[in-house]
């Protein structure tokens, strides 16, 4: 377990409205990611973390944006949700193993654009 | 481009068979690959990959990485219906420690 949480699980909500989506981890890990995952594509990223202000983007970020401010949060908005962003989003954190990196992820938050 | 490619899409066998699944990549600055375990929900992580040759294994799962030919395949022997899921493979890059996903393979053991 490496103490990832979600919020929300779930959220309906309307084209057009401003999102954000909450992870929060409990072990001061550096890196933090945000993917989603819709059939047929697996999971891609959209934005990740490697400190406290510190992000970069991923494959699909145009639609979002990302904030870290403190080390336990990461945090996804969607600006203005469309309904081509109704997915499942997870977040997930990097962890050291000796020097090579392994990546855990949180129990998802299913959402979906209406 | 950087692509991970995971074979078969899906897979359906009884309870007993032996599989193989198979993950090939082309990843600039390649550090680790990775085998996840996903069912309805988030996916759990089974293995992580760094050297050629050496076998992992945990319990019936095992897999074993080849950086030359740039793939990797996970084994389950005496399959049980709780293998049932979606097992996904991962490539972790140095570059920004990022990390590229296969679409997974589809398993189902029917009993």
């Known amino acids: 377990d490496a103490g990832i949480t979600q919020s929300p699980r779930h959220k309906v909500t309307e084209t057009g409205t401003p999102v954000t989506l909450r992870c929060h981890q409990t072990e001061n890990h550096r890196y933090m990611y945000w993917y989603r995952q819709d059939p047929g594509h697996g999971l891609r990223l959209i934005h990740y973390?490697?400190?406290?202000?510190?992000?970069d983007k991923g494959e699909v970020s145009d639609g979002y944006s990302v904030s870290r401010s403190k080390t336990e949060d990461f945090l996804l908005t969607l600006e203005s949700a469309t309904s081509s962003q109704t997915s499942v989003y997870f977040c997930a954190i990097s962890e050291v193993r000796l020097t090579w990196y392994e990546q855990y992820f949180g129990p998802g938050t299913r959402l979906t654009v209406t | 481009e950087d692509k991970v490619v995971q074979s078969p899409l899906s897979l359906v066998v009884h309870e007993g068979d032996t599989v193989t699944l198979n993950c090939s990549y082309e990843?600039?600055?390649?550090?680790?690959l990775l085998w996840y375990k996903q069912e309805k929900k988030a996916p759990t992580f089974l293995f992580m990959l760094t050297s050629s040759g050496i076998e992992k294994k945990s319990g019936r799962l095992s897999s074993i990485l080849d950086k030359k030919e740039l793939f990797s395949i996970l084994n389950i022997t005496a399959t049980q219906t709780g293998d049932s899921a979606i097992y996904l493979c991962?490539?972790?890059?140095?570059?920004?420690?990022?990390?590229?996903f296969g679409t997974g393979t589809s398993l189902t053991v029917i009993p």
């Open positions: 991962a490539v972790g890059s140095i570059t920004g420690n990022q990390f590229y």
């Open positions: 973390s490697y400190g406290v202000k510190d992000t």
């Open positions: 990843v600039t600055n390649f550090r680790s």
